[in-house]
């Protein structure tokens, strides 16, 4: 997609704040201070014991903060995050 093409994409900041947590809740936690600078955030699911315990809490965040644009990320340890699982998993 062509960012000029688009006009969101145009008003993202450059930089992309990662968030991490032991919990889901401390992630949101987390994000919910970086927000006030920053409204372009990935969410780095690999630092959780259990990532998918994230996904209701990151749904109820960004309906809480719409004008918060958020990526998510499980990354294995080949490409340099923590999660063990397969892909599958």
Not at 5 to 31: D, F, H, W, Y
Not at 60 to 67: A, D, N, V
């Amino acid at each position: 997609m062509n960012p000029r093409s688009n006009p969101r994409l145009q008003r993202l900041p450059r930089i992309c704040v990662a968030v991490i947590g032991e919990t889901p809740t401390e992630m949101i936690e987390k994000a919910e201070y970086l927000v006030r600078e920053n409204p372009f955030i990935e969410f780095r699911l690999d630092y959780l014991s259990r990532p998918g315990t994230a996904i209701q809490p990151l749904k109820e965040f960004l309906h809480s903060y719409p004008q918060v644009t958020a990526i998510a990320t499980c990354r294995r340890t080949a490409g340099g995050g923590k999660f063990r699982g397969t892909i599958s998993s």
